[in-house]
Nanobody, 118 residues
Framework: QLQFVESGGGLVQPGGSLRLSCVASGFTISRQSMSWHRQARGKERELVAAISSASLNTNYADSVKGRFTISRDNAKNTVYLRMNSLKPEDTAVYYC???????????WGQGTQVTVSP
């Protein structure tokens, strides 16, 4: 059964940092691109960052370029998102999925809430 379990979110002040983790199960991530997405209240879910299967290529939304870094550990079936210089507009629930330019699977995890506030 395909499953994503996201963690690492929380409340942080503007300018702060967080590191999100996503453990995938039910499939092996090593042969797939993986991505992080986020959904703010009242908005559609959007792709934030993606990484190719061998980590040779990455893809970032313009709003997070230079601040967020996606990485992966295929041996642990885990994807990470390092978020620096956080802004209030980064507040959202963050999810992971397979895919480079869009999500591959219809199934989503519970996500992890990131709140950036003074």
């Amino acid at each position: 059964q395909l499953q994503f379990v996201e963690s690492g979110g929380g409340l942080v002040q503007p300018g702060g940092s967080l590191r999100l983790s996503c453990v995938a199960s039910g499939f092996t991530i090593s042969r797939q691109s993986m991505s992080w997405h986020r959904q703010a209240r009242g908005k559609e879910r959007e792709l934030v960052a993606a990484i190719s299967s061998a980590s040779l290529n990455t893809n970032y939304a313009d709003s997070v370029k230079g601040r967020f870094t996606i990485s992966r550990d295929n041996a642990k079936n885990t994807v990470y998102l390092r978020m620096n210089s956080l802004k209030p507009e980064d507040t959202a629930v963050y999810y992971c999925n397979a895919g480079f330019s869009r999500a591959v699977y219809e199934s989503w995890g519970q996500g992890t809430q990131v709140t950036v506030s003074p």
